[in-house]
Structure formats: C-alpha cells, structure tokens
C-alpha cells in the first residue's frame, strides 16, 4: 500500500468515513457466538478422557462484509485454531457459527461442500500447505475440480490470470513448488485461496514465514484484493506492525479468551486491558531520535499458564499488576466501555475503575507492580550523580596544632599503618616500647596527633574523632586494651603486653 493511501485510509476512519466505519453499519458476514474448542487429553487402556486442552473458550465477534478483523496474541492463545473452527476445517466443541444468517456449526462435510466457494483459507506455513508432488497449475486448479465450476476460457486460463494476479508469471503453471521462494509460495497459496472468488478469507499468519521486504509485498497485495474483489478478511498475526497496517478492527486474546476487542485507532492510541498495553509497550520503534529517550516497556512476569487448567476468574490476573481479589473470583465480561471498543477487565486502563471496593493488590500483582516499575525505568539513562565529595587522597597533608580532627581527616588513609606494620617482627620487641621514667606512650607529634592514632590503623580507618594532647588525654578509646589500663592506672609501660609479634 503506497504512502498517499495509507494516509487516505487514516484520514477516512479518522472522519468516519473509512472502510472501518463504513463496515461498522454495514451486513455482518460473520457471527460468532460462545465459540469453544477442546482437545480431549486420553489415557490408559481404555482412552478415557481425563482432560482437555481449552485451545478456545469461549469467545464472542462479528465481521462485516468488506472489513477487516485482526487477531493477535502471544503463541499458543488459541488464534490458529479458532480460524480452523470458523472456516469449518475443524468441529467446534461448543458454540455457534453464522455465516450470512446461516448457521453452519453442525453442518456435514457435504452440507459444507457449497460454502467452501464461500469461505476460504490462507495457511500459515507456504511450505507445508502445497503439495510437492503436484505442479502449480494443478494446485491452483483443484478448487475448480473439486466444486465442479468451469471458468470462461478455460481453467488453464483462469489459473494463468490469478498467477498474474498476485505477481507471478503465467510461465509458471507447469513449474513445481519446490522450484519457488517463501514468498512466491505463499502468493500461490493466496491465488489458490481466491480461485473461487470467495466472501470470507481467513489469513493464518500469511507473512509470518516470509522475509521482512517480502513481508510488504503480500500485504499490500492481499490490500489491493480486497478493494477489487470486495473480499472480507480474518487476518491472524502476531505481528502487531501488520495488524495495524491492514486491520479495521482488532481482537487481542489471551488464553483462549478475547480480552479487547475494538477499533484500530482507539486500540493503538488508548489501550484499555493491561495485556494489551503490554503488547504494544512491546512494538520497536525505529527512529534514531528516540534513542536514550524513555520507553515504557511493560515486562510480563512469568509465562502463560497452560490452556488445561487455566486460572480462575480472569486469566490474565497471574501475570497482571493490577490484579486484586476480585480477578481470582469473578471473570471479567467483555462489555463495552466506549463507543466500539470492548474490554474484559475488572481495573481497564485509561477509563474508570470497575471494582472500586476491591483496592488490595495480590502478591503476584505487587511482584509485577515492581517488575514492570524496574523495567520503565531501567531503560532511562543513568543520571550522574550532583553531589560528589571528594575523597581525601594521599597528597593532602593535615594541618599542624589542629585541636579535634577525625581520623579520616588528620591522617590520609594511604598513610595509615597498622600496628604490625609500624614495629618490625624479627627483633621480637612489642609494640608498647618500655619508658624509663614512666611516662605515657602516647607523646605528642609534630602534627599535633597521639602516637597511638598513628599506630592503630583501626581507629583511623574508622574515623574514629581523635583528641589532642592540649586536652590532657590521649586517644585511649581506639588503642588496644593493654594501653588502655596502662594509661588508665599509671603502670609503666614495661607491665603493658604487647599487641602482636
């Protein structure tokens, strides 16, 4: 799709007057009613069911003719196998599904047989949904054998002009798929598909496979199919760039559920369920401006649980930072909160509280609370820090006379020596020197220090606040015990024991 129609089709939904509005009065071509799906899980001897994998469980949506709906969600949320159930390729468990007012959910493979005109698919893997022992002319061919149609011209003619219509070579009819790219395989899926001139195209993942630059080319032919055939689109991805690129509408599901379900422009702009602001937190943004700026990325806590035995209540409340007690109890509906955007969520974001009573956070929600509060914020850049002091180095001498200075001040710490250190082991002396006339150890320096701060490196590292001699007492608090009581009773220094060998 060029830049001028993308801007056309932006500004006509913008003015209520794009396909999306245009559909949203328009015939619904297909409605879905309490859609369920369940794989039973067998053992034993005798097979007998003990469980089942609720692949899709309930869920509630209409398409009108000439849109578009796009599905999203993580893998393993039940958006493949609910495209299988509403094109009939697989029995719903539960549920109905009308197709133009017609319902279709228990019809048989014959009864079925003149719908598939009808409804159509696209699969998901190019490689896998083509047969490598038929050539393409045989391929695309098949729907008319098999629904007895004999096209204008001829069917080799028919299958020459759908190649040309999706950008391959009418040269190709007799080729094989082995003989093609991703993409190239996956436009003859897509002529396949629209051999029948079909209503309802159900798309699973049909670019998921494909490069990035091959991406935009089936896009914007898929686009192009849709104007000149009127067709009616299913598209399921989880891709959300090309969901919003080609979607009317948008369904977000979780676990089987569909938990948002609204317009493209109001999901994208407003998020209302916290899954979904988590999905789109999660879309890259390519712009070098932006880099270093704030990103609000949303970090999900833990995985999605397993579809056999999902959570109570909502299902998304184990993952949820705004989970209370009221998600583990009661499971959300899907109403409408505003004009054609639905929500299942007890506490939607950017719109009012519907549990106002229930404020107390779970303690998985307040886990995620502070996980996703590290993540918006550990992708901020660091700001340095204002208020820096500076640490005292080695070369700042202290100040002779000072009468109370710390350790940490008087003496710098790459001069501080401990007490092995200051006295030499070999001639076995100890620290404590004897003094002939009794005086104290601790003599006064010419920095103004007792002898004992330069001694224990104990006290200085500690910043222990070391007294002057002026004062008549000696910095006993910091010296070890021996010196302590020598100072303290009188004794002569030769009665002190010594600190260490």
């Known amino acids: 799709m060029s830049e ?7 500004s006509g939904s913008a003015n209520g007057s794009g396909s999306g509005s245009g559909s949203a009065d328009g015939e619904v071509l297909l409605k879905v009613e309490g859609l369920t799906k369940h794989f039973p899980i067998k053992k034993g001897i005798l097979q007998r069911q003990v469980a089942a994998v609720k692949a899709v469980d309930g869920i509630d949506f209409e398409v009108r003719k000439g849109e578009t709906l796009g599905v999203v969600g993580e893998s393993g949320c039940g958006k493949s196998t609910m495209g299988r159930v509403i094109t009939r390729l697989q029995d719903p468990t539960g549920g ?6 017609q319902d279709i959910t228990r019809l048989s493979t014959g009864q079925m ?29 098949a729907p008319f054998r098999l629904q007895g149609v004999e096209p204008e011209g001829g069917v080799k003619k028919e299958v020459q002009r759908l190649l040309s219509l999706v950008g391959l070579s009418p040269e190709h009819y007799n080729r094989y798929p082995h003989e093609f790219s991703g993409g190239q395989r996956q436009r003859i899926g897509i002529a396949r598909a629209l051999a029948l001139k079909p209503k309802l195209v159900v798309a699973d993942e049909p670019v998921s496979a494909l490069d990035v630059s091959i991406q935009a080319q089936v896009v914007n032919l898929m686009d192009d199919l849709q104007e000149e055939l009127g067709l009616t689109y299913v598209i399921i991805a989880h891709d959300l760039s090309v969901v919003r690129h080609v979607s009317d509408r948008i369904a977000v599901m979780y676990l089987g559920k569909i938990v948002e379900l609204a317009d493209r422009s109001s999901l994208y702009e407003a998020p209302m369920h916290p899954y979904t602001k988590a999905l789109m937190s999660a879309v890259p943004v390519p712009d070098p401006k932006r880099r270093g700026a704030k990103s609000e990325r949303i970090l999900l806590r833990g995985d999605v649980p397993s579809p056999i035995a999902p959570p109570s209540g909502c299902r998304f409340h184990t993952r949820c930072w705004k989970a209370t007690e009221i998600c583990t109890t009661t499971e959300p509906q899907l109403v409408e909160l505003k004009p054609g955007q639905r929500v299942a969520c007890h506490h939607p974001e950017n719109f009012a509280d519907q549990a106002p009573q229930d404020t107390v956070l779970l303690s998985a929600a307040r886990e995620a609370s502070e996980l996703v509060g590290t993540a918006v914020t550990s992708t901020t850049p660091p700001e340095p820090a204002a208020t820096a002091e500076p640490e005292p180095t080695s070369e ?35 620290v404590a020197e004897p003094v002939a006339d009794g005086e104290s150890v601790a003599e006064p320096v010419a920095g103004g220090e007792s002898a004992a701060d330069a001694e224990s490196g104990t006290a200085a590292e500690s910043g222990a606040e070391v007294e002057s001699v002026t004062d008549g007492e000696s910095a006993a608090d910091t010296e070890p015990e021996s010196d302590a009581e020598r100072k303290a009773g009188g004794k002569p220094a030769a009665e002190a024991e010594p600190k260490a060998d």
């Open 396 to 430: 700042i001498e202290p100040e002779p006379g000072a009468e109370a200075k710390s350790a940490t001040d008087a003496e710098p710490v790459a001069e501080v020596k401990s007490a092995t250190d200051a006295e030499p082991v070999a001639d076995g002396e100890s």
């Open 96 to 101: 109905s599904i009308h197709f133009e007012g």
């Open 4 to 10: 001028t129609k993308k801007n056309e089709s932006a």
């Open 113 to 141: 047989r003149p719908l598939r005109r009808d409804i159509q698919m696209i699969f998901q893997d190019p490689y896998g949904s083509l047969n490598p022992r038929h050539t393409i002319g045989s391929i695309v061919s």
